[in-house]
């Protein structure tokens, strides 16, 4: 990626991120006490409103929405004390869920965090940030031959985001990459507890599975436990049911949501331009470091094939698209895959995770990793949610953390050694008219044509019988080829001509029965 950045020499650098201050106590009838807001007596409901109306009545009464989607139908809210008469006056029904929030907490607090005194049985309570972060790097001690830590970057505050690689092969091209992160959103605690246990199962069980010791051997895995560290440090000392990272807006509110941040359809429906709420999508694509940094780990990684971004809770299976109810051109992929990897994850503790594309499952969102590495990075895209579907939500109780785990594990590991076509990956940079684009496709053939195409047309299906594959695109035509090298890039430089039009373009690059993903770009 960085030898077409260099050539191009288009694209501007991003600015860093300032600290951030703390945040004022956020939501009615949330008391600081020592430094925390508590929550007694806040209630978490399911609630039915039938129309707009009682919708809008529901979302005045609740400072924080739990469930996915806002919309007529059900949809779990957390109401202070002694707004559930507010709700019986509007006339909504609803199910309570949690009567009191606090006494959950409460009992979560008594156990988090232990560490020498709990040795052994590491995943029966929940884990700090550092606690996490020194796991991986006793995790990497005990297989130091294949598997190392690493630094994706650094948050708004400063602190480190890790991970840690772990494979038997040399990483690069001609080895697939798998990438799991959890914790864009800081108060789904489970799901760091469940991606540092993907990576404590690969390391314990290599040379122990023969199957699983293959697998390690032939793909390399890379494991984020927690992306958004300084939420998720703010939900252990502040607010336990804070959501989005640490940014101060400057303007009283603080946060973007970093699962609304990534730059494919960023700004869309399902997401928000308001700094107040939960669903704050930021000022412009890739503005927080920590999108930043996983983007940037993405671009140095064009081998990474397969992506699962972790979170909870709903227990679902998801794929491409949150930001369209149109399906994928890889539905017919996606439909039977994600259906065996909820498969999987049954077979473990007979729990039911469904399967499906996001839009339809779970509700319309815009600026999501998955639909991010889908189409901008030419992997197979998932979001898992974990457990459960209501009962507890985000205060899942430290009992199930270790069940959760390990039937993700079993899905993420079906996903991993899936045979999967490994799509070529095209990357383009910006068109300005008089400059120079680059365009520079990954995954090829070594020394295979491969073929640049691009049309103003749209989407559309065109098969190309000399090659026999089918583009994505509607009345193509060529740009021009070049023949990848031995690690399976080709490179074309083309000047974009000083009269072009400000239009939409669609770019496909193509071998011999191998296609890449859609670049979208505007001519400038």
């Not at 930001?323 to 890889?330: L, Q, Y």
Request: aromatic content about 10%; overall charge negative.
């Amino acid at each position: 990626m960085h030898r077409l950045l260099a050539a191009a020499a288009l694209l501007a650098s991003l600015c860093t991120a300032t600290a951030a201050q703390p945040a004022p106590p956020a939501g009615p009838g949330a008391e600081p006490v020592d430094g925390r807001l508590r929550f007694d007596g806040h209630a978490i409901v399911r609630a039915t409103p039938r129309n707009e109306a009682e919708l809008n009545a529901l979302l005045r009464l609740t400072p924080d929405v739990w469930s996915h989607g806002v919309g007529v139908g059900p949809i779990d809210v957390r109401l202070a004390a002694g707004d559930l008469a507010a709700l019986d006056a509007a006339g909504i029904a609803y199910e309570l869920l949690i009567p009191d929030v606090q006494q959950l907490i409460d009992r979560e607090s008594r156990t988090a965090g232990r560490g020498e005194a709990n040795a052994g049985l590491w995943f029966e309570d929940y884990k700090t940030y550092d606690q996490i972060n020194a796991y991986l790097d006793e995790l990497a001690a005990l297989q130091p031959g294949i598997a190392t830590v690493f630094t994706v970057g650094t948050s708004v505050e400063g602190r480190t985001i890790k991970g840690i690689q772990i494979t038997g092969a040399a990483p690069g091209p001609g080895v697939p990459g798998v990438l799991f992160n959890g914790v864009q959103h800081a108060r789904e605690w489970v799901a760091g507890m469940t991606t540092t246990y993907i990576a404590d199962q690969l390391i314990r069980q290599y040379g122990v599975d023969p199957a699983l010791t293959a697998l390690v051997d032939s793909r390399v895995f890379y494991i984020i436990p927690i992306v958004n560290v300084d939420g998720y440090v703010y939900t252990w000392t502040s607010n336990r049911l804070w959501r989005k990272n640490r940014r101060n807006n400057g303007n009283g509110t603080f946060g973007i949501d970093l699962n609304r941040n990534w730059s494919y359809k960023w700004g869309g429906v399902g997401s928000s331009h308001n700094p107040g709420s939960d669903l704050y999508c930021g000022t412009g694509p890739f503005s927080e470091p920590e999108t930043i940094a996983l983007r940037d780990f993405l671009l140095d990684r064009p081998w990474i094939v397969r992506h699962v971004d972790i979170h909870s809770y709903s227990q679902y299976v998801l794929y491409p698209w949150a930001w369209t109810p149109s399906p994928s051109i890889d539905g017919g992929v996606y439909t039977p895959l994600a259906q065996e990897i909820a498969n999987a994850i049954r077979a473990v503790h007979n729990v039911t995770y469904s399967p499906g594309p996001w839009y339809s499952r779970l509700y319309p969102s815009s600026g999501v990793m998955q639909d991010y590495t889908y189409q901008e990075r030419a992997a197979w895209g998932f979001t898992f949610e974990l457990r459960d579907t209501g009962q507890y939500g985000f205060l899942l109780p430290a009992s199930q953390i270790l069940p959760t785990a390990e039937e993700i594990f079993a899905g993420a590991m079906h996903l991993a050694q899936a045979g999967l076509e490994t799509r070529m990956l095209l990357e383009a940079t910006g068109l300005v008219r008089g400059g120079q684009a680059a365009l520079e496709s990954h995954r090829g053939a070594p020394g295979a044509r491969t073929y640049f195409v691009y049309t103003f047309n749209g989407y559309g299906s065109t098969f190309v019988p000399q090659l026999n594959v089918t583009l994505n695109l509607n009345q193509p035509t060529l740009i021009g080829s070049a023949t990848a090298d031995q690690q399976g890039v080709a490179t074309l430089l083309r000047r974009i001509p000083s009269n072009a039009p400000p239009i939409d373009i669609l770019i496909q690059s193509v071998q011999s029965e191998k296609r890449s993903n859609v670049v979208e770009r505007t001519i400038e």
